[in-house]
């Protein structure tokens, strides 16, 4: 059943011609998404070295399914279903290793800080922000599996819960459970920052 | 206060101001002036005495959190709308997400080639798929005939030999009493028919697997093979 798949829908345009023999669409599929999956990973799993390595994976899960592909869903629906499940295999691997990659401080792979960039030109306030970005990071590695897919995709990703539930396998309700469970535990984590937040 | 303790006072400030060169009071301990006045050299060892307090206090240290305060602050002026938004959500909005790495998806790309270039070749074989069901109908009629043959034989050509005035009949172990010959012919075909169409069915699920599974399953095919050759010499 073709349900989203419509002129919006570019993944699964270029899927479909992919299928139909047009080898180019498989090289604008990458270009177009492979910057998402790994902004997803990096979300996910932390700063883990393996980031790159996992996007070529996802693909390399696409290419697999070139025959068997059919647009019922977003296209994004489906490649994220990939990732996740790419991300729960690769949490069972090696359990701690994200939570190392999140207390790797400092700048990132790259020496950028990747935090919002209205901290300005201020390095001590840059730096002090980057603190903060920091404990969000690890109060969300802390997370269980779902609820942090869940939460990353519906505040990151602005992904309905019906989306989000196509990619977790759960139901719209069950999702939104998910993402208040996930919302409660970062306010219980992130109390003190919060705490100041408000006053 | 005379000139001498003015021209003293004066030196003393600015060892104290750390401006002295070389710096530090211990030179003015040796000053001329400190010989006649006592009022002067009261006060050098008063200022000494004080600069021995000050180097024995720790270190000062910054609050813990203070960074985080100092930024929670910084945050609270520059966001005036933060107020009105979830406290969560703007803590989570501090994480403007990962930079992608330049040239990341020409890296993913050229890595994925060998695979592709694998699925790009297993695509392009319909013709051994085509010869596989030409071998399967050449198969399927092969035993049909023979099946067919058989059949001829045990109701035509057997009949001849059949006792006068009945049908052929055989005995099965395991079943009782005698079954009609021709019926255990036409039991035969159907069961060389239901094997021909299981080796179909295999036949055509090979077909339904992706070209990389099909590449794998040749593979091992091959393996097979080489292994089962192997074994035979």
């Known amino acids: 059943m073709a349900l989203h798949v419509s002129g919006e829908d570019a993944g699964a345009r270029l899927m479909l011609a992919w299928q139909a023999g047009d080898e180019a669409a498989f090289d604008r599929l990458v270009e177009r998404y492979s910057g998402q999956v790994y902004a997803l990973l990096t979300r996910f799993l932390g700063r883990s070295s393996a980031r790159e390595d996992l996007v070529q994976e996802v693909f390399l899960r696409v290419i697999r399914a070139r025959g ?113 469970r996930a919302r409660e535990n970062l306010r219980a984590r992130l109390a003190p920052f919060l705490s100041e937040e408000l006053q | 206060m005379n000139d001498p303790c003015s021209r003293f006072r004066s030196l003393l400030e600015a060892a104290l101001a750390g401006v002295a060169d070389p ?66 959500d703007a803590l989570l909005d501090l994480d403007a997400g990962p930079r992608v790495p330049p040239g990341l998806a020409r890296d993913v790309r050229r890595r994925l080639e060998p695979e592709l270039a694998r699925a790009r070749a297993a695509r392009a074989r319909p013709l051994v798929h085509a010869q596989r069901w030409r071998r399967a109908a050449a198969a399927a009629l092969l035993v049909a005939g023979a099946a067919a043959g058989g059949w001829w034989w045990l109701a035509g050509a057997g009949s001849a030999t059949a006792p006068a005035g009945g049908t052929p009949t055989a005995r099965v172990p395991g079943v009782p009493g005698e079954l009609d010959e021709g019926l255990l012919a036409a039991l035969e075909v159907l069961e060389v028919w239901a094997a021909f169409e299981k080796s179909g069915e295999e036949l055509a699920s090979y077909l339904d697997l992706d070209a990389t599974e099909q590449v794998l399953l040749d593979f091992a095919g091959e393996l097979d093979w080489d292994a089962g050759r192997a074994a035979g010499r």
């Open chain 2, 23 to 88: 710096p530090g009071l211990a030179r003015l301990g040796w000053h001329a002036h400190l010989l006649g006045c006592a009022e002067c050299r009261d006060l050098l060892e008063a200022e000494e005495a004080l600069e021995l307090l000050l180097a024995s206090l720790p270190e000062p240290k910054l609050p813990l959190d203070l960074s985080r305060r100092v930024v929670l602050r910084l945050q609270a002026a520059s966001m005036p709308a933060a107020g009105a938004l979830d406290a969560l």
């Open chain 1, 68 to 180: 068997r592909y059919r647009p019922s869903a977003r296209f994004t629906t489906w490649l994220y279903r990939i990732v996740f499940n790419l991300c729960v295999n690769q949490t069972q691997r090696s359990p701690g290793r994200e939570a190392a990659s999140l207390d790797a401080r400092g700048p990132s792979d790259d020496g950028a800080p990747e935090v919002a960039d209205d901290a300005g030109d201020d390095p001590a306030r840059e730096l002090a922000r980057a603190d903060v970005v920091h404990a969000v990071r690890a109060a969300i590695a802390e997370l269980p599996d779902a609820q942090r897919m869940a939460l990353v995709l519906a505040k990151y990703e602005d992904m309905p819960y019906l989306e989000i539930g196509e990619v977790l396998g759960a139901s719209e309700k069950a999702i939104k459970s998910l993402v208040h």
